[in-house]
Every structure is written in C-alpha cells, then in structure tokens.
C-alpha cells in the first residue's frame, strides 16, 4: 500500500488484519488440519487468542495462540 508523494500522515499505521488460516499443516503426520475455532462475536481477531484445529487424518487437536507480532510468522508473507 502506497501514498502519493507528500500525502501520508507521519502517525499513519499500517493495519494489517490478524486472522488465521484455514488450515495448517499436521506437524505428527504431515495431514491437513483444519480451523474449529469459530470468529469472535465482533469479528476482530486479536492476538492473544487461542485457536483450535483439528487434523483430518490422524485426528490430532492443535491448540495455538495467534502472534502478537504479525513478524512473529514464519511464513515470510509480511517481511
């Protein structure tokens, strides 16, 4: 996202929303797991929150608590 030259506020602040994935990968078998945490009543995720998943395969629950840092991710998608 970018500003026209001379427009951007110098107390802007980039938002980036925090949301989790729909599924991830199973770190016992390498299946798909898949999101069983339904969204906050508002909508708004926020970091801190814990999400549950649930591997198709081996039925395995994942318990994982959203980043407080979007630099917190491994997957590079916000360097």
Same mark, same amino acid.
């Given at each position: 996202m &970018?500003?026209?030259?001379? /427009? #951007? &506020?110098?107390y &802007?602040v980039?938002w980036?929303? +925090?949301e *989790?994935?729909p /599924?991830i990968v199973? =770190?016992?078998?390498?299946g $798909?797991?898949?999101? +069983? /945490?339904h969204?906050p009543e508002?909508? =708004?995720w926020?970091?801190g929150?814990i999400? #549950? @998943? $649930?591997?198709? %395969?081996?039925l395995d629950r994942?318990d +994982? =608590? +959203? *980043? %407080?840092? =979007? %630099? %917190?991710?491994?997957d590079g $998608? @916000?360097?």
């Amino acid at each position: 996202m &970018s500003a026209a030259a001379g /427009t #951007a &506020s110098p107390y &802007s602040v980039l938002w980036i929303a +925090l949301e *989790p994935e729909p /599924t991830i990968v199973c =770190v016992d078998c390498g299946g $798909r797991c898949h999101l +069983l /945490t339904h969204p906050p009543e508002d909508g =708004v995720w926020e970091p801190g929150d814990i999400v #549950a @998943y $649930r591997c198709e %395969d081996c039925l395995d629950r994942w318990d +994982l =608590v +959203l *980043p %407080d840092d =979007v %630099d %917190d991710r491994d997957d590079g $998608r @916000y360097d």
